[in-house]
């Protein structure tokens, strides 16, 4: 595993900035101060058809390319297409042989990059207090958050630009949007081919690798860079390694990432998992008004 270390020596603390992470710094101790056949073949040859495989998916999520890589002229049948999908996450950090697994499930819209999650926190270090779920939207450069706690009214939106956080808010959420997830695949530099096998019914073919987000950020679609740019000047380290898992018209279906910072405290050690399915169901993200954000001081923790 890579250890990252952000430039501004603030790693762990950009990880324990928001409420959700915040849960983080709790526990963890980081408060710090079906086509595609001959794609098939392809994928068997590993390579440089592996590395191509890997870096379509978000396109292939989009629905701006096919499994096979050529422009998408037609929409698939409805219930095989991609462009949206529901979710579930789970981000589970260690640091001072303590872990924590942070969830979430929702749906997203991966054509205009909009998303619904509802994130369930652990409960504290002591096990006792229990944590409101937290509402989580999730934009091209911004997350809007409700129920966020830290004096934040119940009724009331935190809105957050991700191109200003230091990790591009590839774990400060809670949770990696998974446009990101995906795009970070556009900055793979080297891809292995496992081998095939079955994810939740579906035959799939993993790929293992290494991304680069510097990369990433300089391949990714339009408004979706700016985030991966941020973490990209944020981190003295752009490496992360991943796992991915494409079913056989090339849909992302699975993906995990591993991030590690190290600050002055004890090393914070980062494993998120993105998994999709149900493509094509309906996504439907109002964004709130300006009316209905907070703009008061959040209290620290």
């Known amino acids: ?7 501004s020596g603030g790693g762990a603390r950009a990880v324990c900035a928001l409420a959700v992470v915040g849960v983080m710094a709790a526990t963890a101790g980081c408060s710090g101060g079906g086509g595609g056949g001959d794609r098939a073949v392809a994928d068997e040859r590993g390579g440089a058809d592996a590395l191509d495989v890997v870096h379509r998916a978000a396109a292939v999520l989009a629905g701006t390319v096919s499994g096979t890589g050529t422009v998408a002229v037609a929409a698939p049948a409805p219930g095989d297409a991609a462009g949206t999908a529901e979710v579930r996450t789970s981000m589970e950090t260690a640091a001072g042989g303590t872990r924590v697994t942070i969830r979430s499930r929702g749906a997203y819209d991966f054509r205009s990059r909009k998303g619904r999650l509802t994130v369930v926190l652990p409960k504290d270090a002591a096990g006792e207090e229990e944590h409101r779920p937290i509402t989580e939207l999730l934009a091209p450069g911004a997350l ?6 830290a004096g934040v009214p119940e009724d009331k ?5 991700t191109t200003t956080l230091e990790d591009g808010n590839l774990v400060t959420g809670g949770v990696t949007d998974p446009m990101a997830a995906a795009e970070l695949l556009r900055g793979a530099r080297q891809v292995t081919y ?21 990369l990433a950020a300089r391949e990714a679609a339009p408004g979706s860079g700016g985030a991966l740019a941020a973490a990209a000047k944020g981190f003295s380290t752009d490496t992360v390694p991943f796992d991915a898992y494409l079913d056989e018209q090339g849909r992302l279906r699975k993906v995990r990432h591993r991030f590690s910072f190290a600050d002055e405290g004890p090393a914070v050690e980062v494993v998120s998992t993105t998994l999709l399915f149900g493509f094509g169901v309906p996504v439907s993200v109002r964004l709130p008004e300006g009316h209905d954000i907070y703009t008061g001081q959040i209290r620290q923790r």
Not at 1 to 7: A, E, G, P, S, T
Not at 144 to 149: A, E, K, L, V
Not at 157 to 161: A, T
Request: hydrophobic letters at 40%; zero cysteines.
């Open 157 to 161: 939106w935190v809105r957050v630009d």
């Open 1 to 7: 595993m890579v250890v990252r270390q952000h430039r």
């Open 194 to 214: 496992v081998g095939k096998t079955v994810l939740a019914g579906v035959p799939v073919r993993h790929y293992r690798g290494t991304a680069d987000i510097g």
């Open 144 to 149: 809007y958050m409700m129920n966020r706690g």
